[in-house]
């Protein structure tokens, strides 16, 4: 069985032909999803979503991007999204300061929040980083959840640092890129039980696809490229991804 534990389903580039993208899934044993919400409505459709497809669960939150569109009652929104049964954690939440550093501390009030959610409600996150690797460190640490590091781009020891407290790393597309030297040395050096597989579909296509459409099906392309990086046949990086998702999503 392959695992997406980060697909934007609720993505319209995806969403116009949702079934085609599943069932295509499906055909290359790709059996199940997490479709990732970063703000109030793409977290009900990402409900919406799941609750449609029996592979297909939710994750909900708001993103560092978008906490300047949203209000500290969206908060409690989140919070009652998680008694629907297929809502397994909160993300995709965290701090960006790569593109706007003017609203930092509202980075951090939102992402302070949605951890006390996660902690109230005992529920793993999904954490997007960029730019912002020790500041998301210092807060994870205070909280010591379970959880994704999204598209970990992060040095190895940071990763090591970040294993430490209970998260593990989310490797996608970027490991197939062939300069992208710092994710392979992170995939060689941790061990797998710390890893699981992600296509950030639509973004981040792997190659040989690289700069098209990505799609959920690709995530045997990511799973192929850490096998090859460990030196283990396919199904060794399989089976050990899946223990991983039942452990730490409850799926």
């Given at each position: ?30 059996t ?24 297909v ?20 929104k ?23 550093k ?29 730019e ?42 970027v ?10 040395r ?66």
């Open positions: 069985m392959l695992i997406d534990t980060h697909v934007h389903l609720n993505d319209e580039r995806l969403y116009q032909d949702l079934k085609l993208h599943i069932q295509e899934a499906n055909e290359v044993n790709v199940k999803m997490i479709c990732i919400g970063y703000d109030i409505k793409s977290s009900q459709k990402a409900i919406e979503i799941a609750n449609q497809y029996d592979g669960y939710a994750s909900v939150g708001i993103h560092p991007s978008e906490v300047k569109k949203a209000s500290i009652n969206d908060l409690d989140i919070a009652a999204m998680l008694n629907n049964k297929k809502v397994v954690a909160i993300g995709e939440i965290g701090l960006d300061y790569y593109w706007d003017t609203f930092i501390d509202l980075q951090k009030e939102f992402f302070i929040k949605q951890l006390e959610i996660a902690k109230k409600y005992d529920k793993p996150v999904i954490i997007h980083m960029r912002a690797a020790l500041d998301t460190f210092d807060i994870l640490k205070q909280y010591r959840l379970p959880g994704v590091m999204h598209c970990y781009s992060g040095s190895l020891e940071m990763a090591h640092r970040f294993i430490d407290i209970g998260m593990y790393l989310g490797i996608g597309g490991v197939t890129f062939q300069n992208s030297k710092e994710i392979k992170v995939v060689e050096g941790i061990d797998l039980k710390y890893i699981v597989s992600e296509t950030d579909a639509p973004y981040l296509a792997p190659a040989p696809y690289r700069g098209k459409l990505n799609r959920p099906k690709y995530i045997r392309e990511i799973v192929e490229k850490i096998a090859e990086i460990k030196s283990v046949d396919v199904s060794v990086v399989e089976k050990q991804i899946e223990e991983n998702v039942k452990k730490l999503f409850n799926i």
